[in-house]
Structure formats: structure tokens, C-alpha cells
């Protein structure tokens, strides 16, 4: 839960830039060593500090220890040769398909993702093309509540599913990504509902 590993990489220009920057100013988690050794890292020790010689008592980092730093870090979306989606392995069963699919539509289609952007450009400010980190708060605090962020997965899942029509994906495929989005984004719901859901009923039976 700490905020230096797992809130947004600050915006700059230059996304390399912005990722580097992030990934040296958050905290080490462990110095990795020996099995029957302490891994213990010092508190609020960053990356950048402990390459600087900021910890005297260390041993110098390698790049085996940044390698494994960039593993303890975890923003909503982590770039590791791809794209990882933090969200996604949380999603129930198969519905890990949908994020997936919506995600790689809108990146690879070019129509779908001129409408996402356009779609998403109220969650920007001062002409940054990535929301802010309000924004982000507000999406992992209301979710679809948020009458400006249910607007924008609207479009963005409408888009997509134009996209997919384009494209001919299977029916199987498509039907599932149209009934997910009727069942919950529409809706301005996600599959928390149904877990909230199931805890309410159970508490409702347990009082009776």
C-alpha cells in the first residue's frame, strides 16, 4: 500500500523519463542476498539513494537489485516489455477477457482510439494527455459513481465494441464483451457490486 510503488508515475513529457524518475524515488523494499540472510532494507531508503551511496553500510546495488526492485512496484499500470494492467488478474473467471480486449482495441485500432481520447480528455487538465492524479483517486474511490468517469467508459467501451464489429471478432467473444458491458458499465457498476451484493444478502440472512 505504499503510495511511492503503487500511485501513478508523475506525468512528464517523455514516458521513459517519467517511469525511471518513479522507479528511483520509491522506497526498497528488500536487499536481496543469501536465503539465511536479512533482506531488511533500511526505511525510507529510495533506489536513487542507495545507487548514490546514501547508505554507507550497504553494498552497492547491482543491476540483479534494480531488476528486482522494478518487480515490488505496483501502479495501476506497469510497463514490463508490455503493458500489465494491475486490474486485470482481479477480475472473476474469464472475465479477465474483457480488460484485455477493450484495452487492446483501443490501442490498436486507430478509429477506437481517437474516440477514447477524445472521451477521456475531461479526466486531463492543462492540456496533459493523462488524468491527474485526482482523477485516479477518484476512479479507485467511486468508480463509475463519478458521473465524468461513467461518460468516458461508456464511450470508450462503445467505441471499442464498433471496433470489434469492424473487425469480425467471433460472436463468443463479442457477446461477452457486450454483456459485461450492459451488466455493469452501463449500468455505472463494476463486479464489486455483485460481491457487495452477496455480502449484503448474507448479512440479511445472518439477522434473520
Not at 518487480?71 to 506497469?78: G, N, Q
Not at 451488466?183 to 464489486?192: E, F, H, I, K, M
Amino acid at each position: 500500500m505504499d503510495a511511492g510503488r503503487t500511485r501513478e508515475p508523475r506525468y512528464q513529457a517523455d514516458p521513459a523519463a517519467a517511469w525511471s524518475c518513479y522507479a528511483l524515488d520509491a522506497n526498497v523494499l528488500a536487499i536481496p542476498g543469501a536465503e539465511d540472510t536479512d533482506w531488511t532494507a533500511p526505511a525510507d531508503l529510495t533506489f536513487r539513494e542507495w545507487i548514490r551511496g546514501r547508505a554507507p553500510s550497504l553494498r552497492r546495488p547491482t543491476l540483479a537489485d534494480l531488476d528486482y526492485h522494478l518487480t515490488t512496484l505496483f501502479p495501476p499500470i506497469r510497463p514490463r516489455g508490455w503493458l500489465e494492467l494491475r486490474m486485470t488478474d482481479a477480475q472473476n473467471g474469464d472475465d479477465w477477457v474483457i480488460p484485455a480486449l477493450l484495452t487492446a482495441t483501443l490501442l490498436n485500432d486507430a478509429q477506437a482510439a481517437d474516440a477514447a481520447a477524445a472521451a477521456t480528455e475531461i479526466l486531463c487538465q492543462d492540456a496533459q494527455p493523462v488524468p491527474t492524479h485526482e482523477v485516479w483517486t477518484r476512479a479507485a474511490r467511486c468508480g463509475l459513481a463519478d458521473p465524468d468517469l461513467a461518460k468516458a467508459a461508456i464511450a470508450c467501451f462503445t467505441a471499442a465494441e464498433s471496433a470489434l464489429v469492424r473487425s469480425n471478432t467471433p460472436p463468443k467473444l463479442l457477446k461477452a464483451f457486450t454483456d459485461f458491458a450492459e451488466r455493469y458499465t452501463v449500468r455505472g457498476q463494476s463486479p464489486a457490486h455483485d460481491r457487495l451484493e452477496e455480502w449484503r444478502h448474507a448479512e440479511t440472512e445472518d439477522r434473520t
